[in-house]
């Protein structure tokens, strides 16, 4: 078997994948910047964010069914295509000093649509690409890469718009589209398998998560997972600030923690299922991580921080370990024909769990404080990982292949 490194065309998906996410990730900050030059107010910027975000759940389902008619690698050229194009219309924009709200949250919608479409196309692209054996390991170091990708983007975008401003930023990320198109151009046309019957509608994905048992008890777990780690999201930042007395950078500085253990759980998570198989190994990333999330709602002043550092960054290699190998589970498990709609169908549900939690979050911290609302979540974490040792995971090694 050839290594992954060797692999010309998976080197350069796996480049565009990467120069994508960064791009994508400081576009989230350059849209809000221009916004705020441009003296828009704070509501103003929070409709960026939704207009961004609401693709997801608008589209979702109906990605997942073009991605499985459309050649993934035709839709990540064309959504390259789009969102360099878009980009660079708000950077020209700001430049002349024309730039409107009306153009800054359609732009956000643009790239947001995007964005869903390319999470999907390059999630469903990697078959056609990468053998079938080492589809695992393709996903593993694609995750790394992009976890780092969104770890340090932030801090890239800073320094960008730092020394470009917020229209420097919009063409940096306008540049990494335009590299993320160059690279999967390169990969020229895949070879097309014989044609098979594909499963009819766009509820297709959805109704097969459903009824699947391992399907449907992976997706459960992982929307439970995100609904909680959302719920913990929506108020550490209060918590840190307001209840343990952090400054902002020493704050921002525990936060990175569990970006940090995602790459680390990207990174790991290879060698986890080699020794332990892919069934065995989600159970033991599950269910060796989530406890530690209990430690986050402990945390107080003083040394009592690390307890915050140490929870995050279990609590980000046990999600991203997991999501790695369920991932890459889904394409060695799931028919071609119907793998973006499943796909599609798993985005939606953890998706919409995500800003449930966040609300879940609010609501809690309003009616009984901060601290028991992180209990909440790290309860919640738990739980999620306990439904998955009670399912059906528990009684094979190995998840799975398709026949």
Sequence with gaps: MSSLTRHRRFRLVWTGSTAETLGLTVATVALPLAATEAGASAA????LAAAAAAPALLFGLAGGWLVDHVPPRRVILTCDAVTALTLLTVALAAWTQALSMVHLVLAAFVVGTSALLLSLAYR???PSIVPSAQLPDATARMQATEWTARAGGPGIAGLVMQ???AAGGAVFAAVTALSSLITMAATGPAKLAAPRERPRGILAGARLVLRDPLLRAVTITTALAAFARALTQSVQVVFLVREVGLTAATAGVLLSALGLGGVLGALVTPLLTRRFGTAQGLLVLQAGTAPFALLVPLTGSGPGIALFAVGSL????GLVGSNVITAGWRLTYCQPEILGRVTAAVM????GAAPLGALAGAALAASFGVRPALWAGA??????ALALLLGP???VRDLPRRD
């Design 393 to 395: 995971v528990r009684g």
């Design 348 to 351: 939606t549900l953890v998706n």
């Design 124 to 126: 469903t692209v990697l």
């Design 379 to 384: 309860v919640g974490l738990s739980l999620a």
């Design 163 to 165: 020394l470009a401003g």
């Design 314 to 317: 279990a609590v980000g290699i």
């Design 44 to 47: 103003v910027v929070a409709l």
